[in-house]
């Protein structure tokens, strides 16, 4: 087996990776612990973003300040509404479950867990609080329902959680995402109608709220789709847009940790 998996891992052995050969279990908590860090570093950043919100800082001068440290780096920094996807909502929970079921518990990645959650639910939050208190009867255009950009997995991802609180809260939800309108449409039927661009998402619209940072998304005409907009207010959830750049086109600007 190790003179198959040599051979078909050579022309990444070649460029210089390292192949490592373990037992089983300690291959198993590689795969747990890597992703388990890296969806805590995610977290650690979320709650930051939290307290930045309350004391005045800036949480992107703030990962990027902590990131030049390289003993922390700056991968996996970018506040937001949590994180989704395949890997680290399935991992994190089989890690904190192998805890458990050997008396080992991982506070830490149990936490993290529970803290993300949070997190996912407060955007729902922050969004009705942008839109003065209450999204009842309100349109409101989401960009972006896949747990990152240039996929259509939506497995965990925060529009799962935050659409749904906004439809249950009487908002009608329009959406756009670039590759996700068939899984969003199964996953989502609360949404009351999917549009191909952004711009058509707006019209009518009381706040545009940026989920996913899909490319088409980061270099939108804010004069333009603000004038189809009924109320210009721009909940980015991705910190996409600075408060400057959002003012200066007549929005009311609601980001993550600033």
């Known amino acids: 087996a190790r003179q198959v998996m040599e051979a078909l891992y050579k022309p990444v052995a070649d460029k210089g990776f390292p192949i490592i050969y373990t037992d089983l279990e300690s291959a198993e908590m590689i795969k747990y612990a890597a992703n388990a860090f890296l969806a805590t570093k995610i977290t650690f950043i979320n709650e930051v973003a939290n307290l930045c919100e309350k004391v005045g800082a800036d949480v ?40 458990q079921e050997y008396f080992v518990p991982l506070q830490i990645v149990e936490t993290v867990i529970r803290s993300n959650e949070k997190i996912k639910q407060s955007m729902i939050t922050k969004i009705i609080a942008a839109c003065g208190g209450s999204v009842a009867g309100l349109r409101i255009a989401v960009l972006g329902v896949t747990f990152k950009p240039d996929t259509n997995d939506m497995r ?10 906004l439809v249950g809260a009487g908002a009608k939800v329009v959406a756009c995402d670039p590759e996700a309108r068939a899984e969003g449409r199964a996953l989502l039927p609360g949404v009351g109608e999917w549009v191909d661009d952004a711009y058509a998402a707006a019209e009518g619209a009381n706040a545009l709220v940026l989920l996913t940072e ?15 907009m009924r109320n210009r207010r721009l909940i980015d959830l991705r910190n996409v847009y600075g408060p400057e750049v959002a003012s200066k086109a007549g929005f009311n600007y609601v980001s993550v940790g600033r």
């Open 214 to 228: 899909w490319a088409q998304f980061r270099d939108l005409d804010l004069a333009r789709i603000g004038k189809s």
């Open 156 to 165: 965990d991802a925060p529009s799962l959680t935050i659409i749904p609180g």
């Open 60 to 99: 992107t001068t703030v990962s990027r300040g902590i990131g030049l440290d390289n003993r922390i780096g700056p991968k996996f920094l970018m506040a937001g509404p949590g994180y989704g996807g395949s890997c680290f909502p399935k991992d994190t929970r089989a890690f904190a479950r192998i805890g």
